[in-house]
Structure formats: C-alpha cells, structure tokens
C-alpha cells in the first residue's frame, strides 16, 4: 500500500496504463490527493520513461531516470503482459475493484487488448475511463500518435514563443504533456462527482492538441474575433508595455507595468517622463514599444539588479529577477509552499522531489511515496486483489 496519508481521494483506486507523461501526470496527480495508484507496466522494460535519459542516478544494478521520477511519485507498480491471458485476467481484476482508469494508448488500442470503453463498463459500471490521445480520438487525424513537441508545433504554440516570428521555439518543459494531464485530472474529478448522483462511470477524454489550443487565451481571441494572427514577441508582452525583460547593469529584470498608476510609479522610479505623449497611455506604448524599451535600458543600464528590484519592490510594482532551476529550489519560497518533497526511494535512499502544486488549509498529505521500483508492488497488490475478490 501506499505511504500517503490520508487526502480527499483517500478511498479511490486509480489503475495507471498509462506511460511517458501525459496520463502518469494525471495519475500522479490524483496520488497526490491520496488515491491509490496501481500502475501497470510491460514485465522487463515498463513505462518507456524509465529509459528516457541522461541523467540516470543510483548504483548500476538499480538505475533510475530522473525523468521517470518526475512523474510518478504515490504509485504502486505492478507488471504485467496485457496480451497474455494472465494479463488480462489481472487487469479485469484492477478493472473490477478501481474506480478510474487512466490510459494514453494510440486510439483503438484498448479495443484491440479486448478492454474497449463499453467492454470496461460491462466489467464495471461505476469506472471513470480517462483516455488521452495526440490530437483527439475522432476527426480526420482522430488516430495520429502524439508527442509534446510535435503538438506544439501543431497547435501553435511555438508560433507564439521564441524572440521573433522567424524563430519558432519550444516551451523548456513537455508543457503539452503537462497540460493534458493536468485537464485529464480535472475532467476525472467532475467524473468522480457526477458518479455520486447517477451512480455511473463514464468516459472523459482530452488530448495534447486540445490542452495547448485551451491555453491560446488572449492570442487566440485575439484571431478568433479580431482577425489578427499573433506571432512570437520575444520576451515582452504584445498587448501591454512595458511588460517584460529588461537589462540592466550586469543582468537583468522582469517588470509588468499593467495600467497606468504602475506606469507613473515606474517612470518616476526610473527617470522618464510619465506624460511624454509616447507613452502617456498603455495603448501609446504598445505602440511605440521599441522606442520604450530603449529608454528604460537606457537607465536601468545605470545600476545592478538588485537596486531595482528594491525599488519597484517599495513602489508596488510586480518585478523580478530570472532565477536558475538550482536557484528555485534552494528557494525559502519555494520550500515554504510544499514545493520541494522528501521521499525514501528503494535504491536511491533519501531524494528530494518537486512537490504538488495544490495545497490544503488543514495541511492535507504530508508523506509521499517515492516513484515505484519496476513490478515493486507485484506480490502486495496481487494479495489485496485477492482479498476483494473474496
């Protein structure tokens, strides 16, 4: 069983077929609320991300992905063949006693294992299925295989980042993926909650291309109802100014400069002239951006990061710096909001995780466990399958 304490999804059993990120994000979200977790993975090479390196820590016999750990804190694993009928006698086993089941298999392949949606709700009515795909299970390209990058690029999204439109430029982390999980997540709970009235599962789906499209926000307004087809700006805001990354003596900040009080602080702050007809209101400096940003380099050029931030700070103006990964999480912030966790892995001893991003006032799970040993939990979940089955 898992270590975690108790949580709001305490009495709910999430089995996982899920593999890479998308469905291991939603899964090990719901592990975070206290669901326990049964991750089914292949016998000998299990979820793909266990491979999925450098860096890979721990002594040479046991080697883990640090990839894989990101991702799967609060499971239980368990392998299995789905294709052998001891595979499939295990899963309709985890499919009987399990409340969701999670799963980001190419559309049509959980038909193919014999587990289709109307195959799991025969075996279980009250199962919530969450099944995430590339680009959506139905539609012209209903069946293309997705991964994060290249749903990026598809949906959009790194037509909006980068330094200029000629730059196309991916988000650092599978934020595709992430998202898809995190929508995955949210779409299980209403399941979970509507289950309580009509005392019936039902299917949720979502997909990289839908979670990225989901996120257009302003840009895609912006198209949809004016016409205008946003591109990358580098690293300042199109529709607010100045909003972004400014240098500095020996580096550089952030400030967002959002409606004309902050601008006549900022001005004043940093030695330009409020009213100058340029600038005077936000819509003037959109449009002269260019002219604006040169100006306030031109005086923030003067002093180090530090004597700015001070400043902006005092006025109550939103600024920071641009930290490092390293720099984040030696972060007393950072710590502070449960953001940093400690887990007692197997192989690896004592290790340090990013933690969950949703907090409880009653101070909610404060143990997690460690992201499961390949099969660790084989001979456990077996025996408590025996028990429920009686």
Not at 145 to 151: E, H, L, S, T, V
Not at 290 to 311: F, G, M, N, S, V
């Amino acid at each position: 069983m898992s270590e975690n304490t108790r949580g709001p999804l305490d009495d709910i059993v999430v089995v996982d077929l899920s593999r890479a990120l998308a469905g291991p994000q939603t899964a090990m979200m719901l592990g975070d609320m206290g669901a326990r977790v049964i991750k089914v993975e292949a016998p000998g090479r299990g979820d793909e991300s266990r491979g999925w390196g450098p860096p890979f820590v721990g002594p040479d016999t046991a080697r883990e992905s640090t990839y894989f750990l990101s991702c799967n804190r609060n499971k239980e694993s368990v392998t299995a063949d789905l294709k052998s009928p001891e595979g499939v006698d295990l899963l309709t086993r985890l499919v009987r006693h399990g409340d969701v089941l999670v799963e980001n298999f190419r559309p049509g392949v959980m038909d193919r294992l014999g587990f289709s949606a109307e195959r799991l709700h025969e075996i279980n009515p009250r199962l919530v299925v969450l099944s995430i795909s590339g680009f959506g299970h139905d539609g012209p390209q209903g069946g293309r295989p997705g991964y994060d990058q290249i749903a990026q690029g598809e949906a959009g999204l790194m037509s909006l980042t980068g330094p200029d439109p000629d730059t196309p430029t991916k988000v650092g982390v599978p934020i595709g993926d992430m998202l898809a999980g995190m929508n995955g997540a949210y779409g299980v709970l209403s399941a979970l909650y509507e289950r309580e009235r009509t005392g019936r599962g039902k299917v949720v789906r979502t997909s990289l291309l839908a979670s990225i499209v989901g996120v257009h926000a302003f840009q895609g307004t912006r198209y949809t109802v004016a016409g205008e087809v946003g591109r990358a700006a580098g690293n300042h805001h199109v529709a607010i100014a100045p909003y972004g990354l400014f240098r500095c003596d020996g580096g550089a900040i952030q400030a967002a400069v959002a409606n004309d009080a902050l601008w006549v602080k900022f001005a004043e702050i940093t030695g330009l002239d409020a009213t100058d007809p340029r600038y005077v209101s936000n819509v003037q400096r959109v449009a002269h951006r260019a002219e604006l940003i040169e100006d306030i380099e031109k005086q923030l050029l003067q002093r180090p990061a530090a004597h700015w931030l001070a400043l902006l700070e005092a006025a109550g103006i939103p600024a920071g710096e641009v930290r490092t990964l390293d720099q984040v999480y030696d972060c007393p912030q950072t710590r502070s909001q449960g953001l940093v966790i400690e887990v007692d892995h197997p192989s690896l001893g004592t290790i340090e995780l990013p933690g969950p991003a949703v907090r409880f006032d009653d101070g909610g799970q404060h143990r997690h466990a460690a992201p499961p040993r390949l099969g660790e939990h084989n001979e456990s979940v077996r025996a408590w399958l025996h028990e429920q089955d009686g």
